[in-house]
């Protein structure tokens, strides 16, 4: 059996290093500018869209700037939902009596600067939960990875259509990479069932990774309530800055008490483990002497390869 020794020595093996964290901010700004493509892009055909409008009442005539005008005004999707069309036409007009008609004939650029400043906000949000779906994404290839250099046949499911595809089709890498789970038959023959971000009654919590003894085509209301069923669970965290690195562990550790005395309760004892990108050394301290007590049974650094290949061989082989 494979086990955190394969990669871990000594705790300081979990720290991140400077470059390390270095690379993690650069790969996260490449997602954000990604991602801000097509905002930019809305941006500008807003630009040429008020081109010839004369002033700034006229705007509200144009319906094919309105999600424009809605977002220019502060008002996000979530909320222009609950506002209905009357709503949303009361707060353009009072964004347009209080902040366009006093930019004068500035008021062009004041809108679209403004309807940049909301999507920006919205991309802002909508990044806290890249950051783990780009967690999840590395550790997902990896498992695939080994599978498939192996030749071993898996299922993996396909988020969106919210069915099991077999490997053996032609999908994507890409597609596969953002797998929500992924299902195998480990050497012994039996199943092993991969979900991410599931709500586990259990714990009565969400939990970033569970690894079933179950087939992919099991009742999943069922399966979560069977205690016998789980074969290891763990948190995982993608946030790269230094400066929350504390507090994300401070978060996964009561995630992983909270699943420790859960099954305790049960006298059920699943493997568990952590995965962090920012690892600092107080923390690297506590996280190997929780691994050498037995507490938890795995960890690693999400930004140093070797650890996350370790980790995707010992899941393989449970």
Known sequence: MIDYTKH??????????????????????????KRATPYVEEARILNSKISNVAEPNQLITLLDIRNGLIAASGISEKAANHL??????????????????????????????????TRGDSLGGSMRNIVGA??????????VSSLRLAGRNFHWLDGSAK????SES???????????????VNSQKQPRLLLFNLGVPIVRNNIDIILFDSDFNTDLKILITDPAKYIALGELKGGIDPAGADEHWKTAKTALDRIVDSFKLLNYKPHVLYIGAAIE????????ALLNSGYINNAGNLTKPDHIISIAAWLLGL
């Not at 000594?10 to 500018?33: H, P, Q, V």
């Not at 780009?134 to 498992?143: D, M, N, P, V």
């Not at 596969?176 to 195998?184: D, M, T």
């Open 281 to 288: 050394n107080k923390m690297a301290s506590e996280i190997y």
């Open 163 to 166: 069915k099991w595809i077999n």
């Open 170 to 184: 032609n999908s994507k890498d890409l597609e596969i990479e953002n797998a929500k789970g992924l299902f195998w």
């Open 134 to 143: 780009i967690a999840q994404k590395k550790l997902c290839i990896s498992i």
């Open 8 to 33: 871990l020595s000594k705790f300081e093996d979990l720290m991140t290093t400077y470059a390390e964290t270095r690379a993690g901010f650069i790969s996260i700004a490449l997602e954000k500018n």
């Open 84 to 117: 209905g069309e009357a709503g949303c036409n009361e707060a353009i007009a009072e964004f347009i009596r209080n902040f366009l008609i006093p930019a004068g004939e500035k008021f062009k650029e004041e809108l679209v600067f403004r309807f940049l400043l």
